[in-house]
């Protein structure tokens, strides 16, 4: 499985960006997927997650209320919209997925596929 993020860039504070991952296979639908996040000389840390079907969600406290992540199985494709962004949120972005079901892997824990990373540098 190969993961291929798309949409950093740079932003005023009070922006919105969306982030982007494709991914390749044909069992896609089944991969709980996540979106992390490393500012420099800080730990990578989970920001959201997403079920195979959609129906459960994940997000970090500092997060909610700003960040949605969605997908679109039939694109391959899951997205993390971030809106009201922070200085603080400013990190490079990776996705992530893994084939581990969300009841026995909670979510972020074990992540098997990672993509390259996304810069997101938010301007105060």
């Known amino acids: 499985v190969q993961l291929q993020a798309s949409g950093g860039g740079l932003v005023q504070a009070g922006g919105s960006l969306r982030l982007s991952c494709a991914a390749s296979?044909?069992?896609?639908?089944?991969?709980?997927m996540g979106w992390f996040r490393q500012a420099p000389g800080k730990e990578r840390e989970l920001v959201a997650a997403?079920?195979?079907?959609?129906?459960?969600?994940y997000y970090r406290d500092s997060v909610k209320g700003r960040f949605t992540i969605s997908r679109d199985n039939a694109k391959n494709t899951v997205y993390l919209q971030m809106t009201s962004l922070k200085p603080e949120d400013s990190a490079v972005y990776y996705c992530?997925?893994?084939?581990?079901?969300?009841?026995?892997?909670?979510?972020?824990?074990?992540?098997?596929?990672w993509g390259k990373g996304t810069q997101v540098t938010v301007s105060s």
């Open positions: 992530a997925g893994t084939w581990r079901s969300w009841s026995t892997n909670p979510p972020g824990y074990v992540m098997d596929y």
């Open positions: 296979g044909r069992t896609f639908s089944s991969y709980v």
């Open positions: 997403i079920s195979g079907g959609g129906i459960n969600t």
